[in-house]
Each structure stands twice: as structure tokens, then as C-alpha cells.
T-cell receptor
Framework: AQSVTQPDIHITVSEGASLELRCNYS??????LFWYVQSPGQGLQLLLK??????LVQGIKGFEAEFKRSQSSFNLRKPSVHWSDAAEYFC???????????FGKGTMLLVSP | DAGITQSPRHKVTETGTPVTLRCHQT?????MYWYRQDPGHGLRLIHY???????DKGEVSDGYSVSRSKTEDFLLTLESATSSQTSVYFC??????????????FGPGTRLTVL
């Protein structure tokens, strides 16, 4: 069965600093890969997704992620973090676009002034 | 956000009572899903539907049942609620919305507390 590991439960970043959130997956084939963000008390919003093609994917809110097959990773990055980015971030995988999602346990991002 | 609404948004109930959560979508999406979110576990799939009257179990389906009698509604039922079912429940649909490409869209969630 597929699994997703987000090794960092919490990360604190200074406002304006760069950000990288890690995601590793275990899967028999190249899965569909997703990053979602959840603000407190809210639902999940899709930041970006990777199905195929260019391994560097651009998303909303200035986020990007890079798929590295050799490392089974799909890390999320942002060059300059804003206070409004404080939220919980979830990496997820699926067999296809409509398949059920398997989520990591999430990384809580705290932004310090 | 794919026009997904969930009701109720908050519910407190007692152990042993039946509870039904409703997910309603306006996008005519074929696929619908129920997940639960618990601290330290992320989101886990309970049940999903791939069409009217077509449903299947997910990772944590014990104690839950679902029904889908029409495209727009997907009901999640806890036949006899237990404290371990205290959680936040999210409905999702898969499809195209607002010009975006096919993806899973999530509802706002229902916070259920079982006393």
C-alpha cells in the first residue's frame, strides 16, 4: 500500500525567509502527487499537483514543488514566506486523478516576525 | 470550491446515538469521498463513491456506512456513535470546477463530538 511521510511535524520560518517542506512517498509506480494547505478551522485548498511532464510544478500563492523520482520526494518550496502562509500543509498521493488520496500527517508552518 | 456544502457544520451527540452527515455538491461530479481528520493522523479515507449507488470502503470504514441515491448528495452515517468517532469529517469531490483542471475539491468540514 502507498504511504506518505512528512518528516517535520512543525517548522518555524522567519517572515521573508525561504521555505522547504519535505514529502516522501512509497509507491509501486509514479503516483499523482499533491500539496494541500489548511488554515485553522478551514477546509483543504489545493496548492499544486503533479501528474507527469516537467518535474518542477508551479502552484498558487507563489509555491512550487519538485518531483524527484530517484528520491521518491515531492518537496514544496517558497522563496519568501509571508505571515499569511502560516497553516498546516499536507502532501498526498493517488493512483490517478480520481483515485482516493493517501495523505501525510501534515506539517504545521509557523511564521515568526 | 466546487460548490460543496456539508451539514451540519458542528454537532455534539452522545455515545450510542445514530448520526448522519450530509455532503451536497452542485458541480455534477461523479466521484465523492468522505475523509476524517484527526491530530497526528492527517486525513484518512472512510468511504467513497464512484457513481449513484456505487460505493466502496476506505481505510477506516468500520462503524460507518454511506449512501448515494443521487449525484449531488453523499451521506455518511454513524449507526451508533462512539467517542473514537469524535473527529472532523471532510467531504470531497473529483472533477472540474471554475475552469480548473480535474482535481479533488474539499468541503468546509463537519466537527463531530461524541460524548
Amino acid at each position: 500500500a502507498q504511504s506518505v511521510t512528512q518528516p517535520d511535524i512543525h517548522i518555524t520560518v522567519s517572515e521573508g525567509a525561504s521555505l522547504e517542506l519535505r514529502c516522501n512517498y512509497s509507491y509501486g509506480a509514479t503516483p499523482y502527487l499533491f500539496w494541500y494547505v489548511q488554515s485553522p478551522g478551514q477546509g483543504l485548498q489545493l496548492l499544486l499537483k503533479y501528474f507527469s511532464g516537467d518535474t518542477l510544478v508551479q502552484g498558487i500563492k507563489g509555491f512550487e514543488a519538485e518531483f524527484k523520482r530517484s528520491q521518491s520526494s515531492f518537496n514544496l518550496r517558497k522563496p519568501s514566506v509571508h505571515w499569511s502562509d502560516a497553516a498546516e500543509y499536507f502532501c498526498a498521493v493517488a493512483l490517478s486523478g480520481y483515485s482516493t488520496l493517501t495523505f501525510g500527517k501534515g506539517t504545521m508552518l509557523l511564521v515568526s516576525p | 470550491d466546487a460548490g460543496i456544502t456539508q451539514s451540519p457544520r458542528h454537532k455534539v451527540t452522545e455515545t450510542g446515538t445514530p448520526v448522519t452527515l450530509r455532503c451536497h455538491q452542485t458541480e455534477n461530479h461523479r466521484y465523492m469521498y468522505w475523509y476524517r481528520q484527526d491530530p497526528g493522523h492527517g486525513l484518512r479515507l472512510i468511504h467513497y463513491s464512484y457513481g449513484v449507488k456505487d460505493t466502496d470502503k476506505g481505510e477506516v470504514s468500520d462503524g460507518y456506512s454511506v449512501s448515494r441515491s443521487k449525484t449531488e448528495d453523499f451521506l455518511l452515517t454513524l449507526e451508533s456513535a462512539t467517542s473514537s468517532q469524535t473527529s472532523v469529517y471532510f467531504c470531497a469531490t473529483y472533477g472540474t470546477s471554475g475552469g480548473s483542471t480535474d482535481t479533488q475539491y474539499f468541503g468546509p468540514g463537519t466537527r463531530l463530538t461524541v460524548l
